[in-house]
């Protein structure tokens, strides 16, 4: 199997405190993103991040990207109970299937 | 926009009944897809298309049909339901570009299906 594997399965974390996530894949890829996926529902496209890319921002989100060792990270800053859910990474290799890791379950509380 | 709609949301089969679960999008969006999700193993791709009349396996492709007559429609068909196509099963859309890597992809709410 092609899954990426991300890691920790789960991460429990006080408000206010930063989560990072790690993600680690077996391909060439093209672009690599993050999803969020709330409890019973869809996925939520995070952030976009492409091979030639090191580093990207959005709001409280900074992802990283290191394709010599093909793993890619996302950290929150400040997290809220409001980032409760689960986070997965998803990436192509240039062809057009779309290969999602095993995702992180995030629990931040009050 | 109603984005991406799936019908239904929960469905119970008995083994060896089929039944089709309908994706809907109103983006335009050329490229749909169908995965299922199992727990610890993320989301794995069953099938998808790149327009109408393009269809294409994905990773877990057997005991499931699909087709494109439109652009806005991509059902999935379950010949013959057994247990192990108990998941949640989810139908997604996004831009596609021959030649280019993956967009965004935009979600629908999932289908619920339980096969006894």
């Known amino acids: 199997s092609q899954q990426g594997e991300e890691d920790p399965q789960a991460l429990s974390i006080q408000e206010g405190e930063n989560a990072t996530m790690n993600c680690s894949y077996k391909t060439s890829i093209n672009n690599l993103q993050w999803y969020r996926q709330n409890s019973g529902r869809g996925l939520v496209h995070l952030i976009l991040?492409?091979?030639?890319?090191r580093e990207k921002h959005s709001g409280r989100l900074r992802v990283t990207l290191d394709t010599s060792k093909k793993s890619s990270s996302l950290l929150i800053t400040a997290s809220r109970a409001a980032d409760t859910a689960s986070y997965f990474c998803a990436y192509t290799g240039g062809g057009n299937k779309l290969t999602f890791g095993t995702g992180t379950q995030l629990k931040v509380e009050l | 926009n109603a984005g991406v709609t799936q019908t239904p949301k929960f469905q119970v089969l008995k083994t060896g009944q089929s039944m089709t679960l309908q994706c809907a999008q109103d983006?335009?969006?050329?490229?749909m897809s169908w995965y299922r999700q199992d727990p610890g193993m993320g989301l794995r791709l069953i099938h998808y298309s790149v327009g109408a009349g393009i269809t294409d396996q994905g990773e877990v492709p057997n005991g499931y049909n699909v087709s494109r007559s439109t652009t806005e429609d991509f059902p999935l068909r379950l010949l013959s339901a057994a247990p192990s196509q108990t998941s949640v099963y989810f139908c997604?859309?996004?831009?596609?570009?021959?030649?280019?890597?993956?967009?965004?992809?935009?979600f629908g709410p999932g289908t619920r299906l339980t096969v006894t």
């Open positions: 997604a859309s996004s831009y596609w570009t021959s030649g280019m890597s993956s967009y965004e992809q935009y």
């Open positions: 983006m335009n969006h050329e490229y």
């Open positions: 991040i492409r091979s030639n890319e």
